[in-house]
Nanobody, 123 residues
Framework: QEQLVESGGGLVQAGGSLRLSCAASGRTFNMYHRGWYRQAPGKEREFVAAISWNAGTTVYADSVKGRFTISRDNAKNTVDLQMNSLKPEDTAVYYC????????????????WGQGTQVTVSS
């Protein structure tokens, strides 16, 4: 069974850093584009970042550009999200996802999702 499992979430003070990791099992996602999304309480899930299957293209939400970096290691079947200069408004459950079609920031393009990891940024 294909699975995506996020790790690395936690509680951090504003200005701090966290590194999220998403491990895949059950299949190889090396040819899949990968993305990170987040959902804050009472809000819709929103796009954070995406990376193409060969890491040749990355895109970011304007709200995280310059602070977050998405990367992948196809040998390990993992994708990471390095989050720096965290702000209280970054507080959310963060989800990783895999997309086997056209590279997109649209969540509907992603057919595989993890269960999420909580990130809480205190002021």
């Amino acid at each position: 069974q294909e699975q995506l499992v996020e790790s690395g979430g936690g509680l951090v003070q504003a200005g701090g850093s966290l590194r999220l990791s998403c491990a895949a099992s059950g299949r190889t996602f090396n040819m899949y584009h990968r993305g990170w999304y987040r959902q804050a309480p009472g809000k819709e899930r929103e796009f954070v970042a995406a990376i193409s299957w060969n890491a040749g293209t990355t895109v970011y939400a304007d709200s995280v550009k310059g602070r977050f970096t998405i990367s992948r290691d196809n040998a390990k079947n993992t994708v990471d999200l390095q989050m720096n200069s965290l702000k209280p408004e970054d507080t959310a459950v963060y989800y990783c996802a895999a997309n086997g079609g056209i590279f997109s920031r649209n969540s509907e393009a992603y057919g595989y999702w993890g269960q999420g990891t909580q990130v809480t940024v205190s002021s």
